[in-house]
């Protein structure tokens, strides 16, 4: 089969303005689309938008549908409708992004779709979700075990996890990393200085950690100020409480969707900290080391597979005033963490991932899958356990980065 049809169902859509899942579609997308095949994209409908939506984009055809305007319906209220659509207008294959979704999943299977779930991060660990919301998210986590003709994990840690809870096989697919390189000049409109500031990119969710940045930093006698981008809908008390916990050196811009201005950001900050702990492999820490951003990352597995000896980690606020502070007063350690840290991105290759999906399409389209899938009955693991801080060596013992460090052409293309 050298041409094939496949539908991504379960996201926002193209074009991607806001997480990690619609990077995902459209980089992966259009590159499907670029190869010859047909690649369905469902998507959520703007309320209140003045243009009607694109019915293409990049090679993709666009489906839009509504979805109800409420955090805990959202998601599935969009999948639902998006399903009874691809039912009565079949691909040779889908894939479904959001383990939330696999309630869904029986539907496509009778009829006859054969279906992939990228299952995304420990959506149950994330502190939004009340009781129920995480018991359904649990169960989701098994269903889509159980209903899926093949799993997607974007981390080795999630491949893990699903290993562990589940002994379920997992297809490693992470994300790309764009190694860019842009100017400086758009910072002066900030009134921002190459290296002259400290950066957060993030949507304000209490498992993204940014309450204990800048309760941090605030504490810190840092003299770079601290940008803060990112907002998020359903969370004004969350947003209320960072920026209390800020002094006037903290700025806070909001969303930034001018990509060049984002960029630019990244590449010239003097460490990007990032607070993310649940999700997997995250696009904004592939983009800031892309970038050759110097990282001061939340201290989880999933970090540590990205950012590996380039970077710095943090726990609780007290971590983050020591690690700003040694940042400053170490600017040739930014250098050379920065210099690392696009050699690392070097690993992560949007053609290389969508190769994988279109290899994994591919097989699916062909029923190249095991009929019997796992039973979905879960086990213990270590996730269950509540998180403890873990030690963190003193800034004065940071170990050294290796020099000289491998060159991008050493490294391998895709993740194992």
């Not at 779930?117 to 995480?134: P, S």
């Not at 941090?216 to 809908?233: D, E, I, W």
């Not at 007290?318 to 050699?343: F, I, K, L, Q, Y």
């Not at 053609?351 to 190249?368: F, M, P, S």
């Amino acid at each position: 089969m050298n041409r094939f049809s496949i539908a991504m169902v379960g996201t926002r859509g193209v074009p991607a303005r806001y997480g990690g899942f619609e990077t995902a579609v459209e980089e992966i997308g259009r590159r499907l689309a670029d190869g010859g095949h047909r690649v369905v994209v469902y998507c959520r409908t703007v309320p209140g938008a003045e243009e009607p939506p694109p019915a293409e984009h990049l090679g993709m055809e666009l489906v839009h549908l509504p979805a109800a305007r409420r955090r805990s319906l959202e998601t599935l209220s969009h999948t639902a409708l998006s399903v009874r659509h691809l039912i009565a207008h079949p691909t040779d294959a889908a894939i479904v992004f959001n383990a939330a979704n696999s309630p869904l999943l029986p539907a496509l299977r009778a009829a006859d779709i054969p279906v992939a779930t990228h299952v995304d991060g420990l959506e149950w660990k994330r502190a939004k979700w009340g009781g129920a919301g995480r018991r359904y998210y649990r169960a989701a986590e098994a269903l889509a075990v159980r209903w899926s003709d093949a799993l997607i994990a974007d981390a080795q840690g999630i491949a893990d996890y699903y290993r562990d809870a589940f002994a379920a096989p997992t297809t490693l697919l992470t994300y790309g990393a764009p190694l860019i390189e842009p100017g400086a000049d758009r910072l002066a409109e900030l009134g921002l200085e190459p290296r002259g500031y400290h950066l957060v990119v993030a949507r304000f969710e209490p498992e993204n950690h940014v309450d204990v940045i800048v309760e941090g930093y605030a504490a810190s006698a840092a003299t770079k100020p601290l940008v803060v981008v990112g907002s998020a809908p359903y969370a004004d008390e969350y947003t209320a409480r960072v920026h209390a916990l800020a002094d006037d050196r903290v700025r806070f811009l909001g969303g930034v969707w001018d990509q060049e201005l984002l960029d630019q950001l990244y590449a010239h900050c003097a460490t990007y900290l990032h607070g993310h702990s649940v999700g997997g492999t995250n696009p904004s820490l592939l983009r800031a080391i892309g970038a050759g951003a110097a990282v001061t990352a939340f201290d989880v597995d999933f970090n540590r597979e990205v950012v590996a000896d380039a970077g710095r980690y943090f726990r609780t606020p007290a971590d983050v005033v020591r690690e700003v502070e040694a940042v400053e007063a170490d600017p040739e350690w930014v250098t050379h963490s920065g210099r690392r840290a696009r050699e690392l991105a070097g690993g992560y290759d949007w053609d290389q991932v969508a190769a994988g999906y279109e290899e994994l399409a591919r097989a699916l389209a062909e029923r190249r899958f095991p009929v019997r899938r796992p039973s979905g009955r879960r086990r213990p693991t270590v996730a269950d356990a509540p998180v403890a801080p873990r030690p963190v060596r003193p800034a004065a013992d940071v170990v050294p980065l290796p020099a000289p460090a491998p060159a991008v052409e050493d490294l391998p293309a895709v993740r194992p």
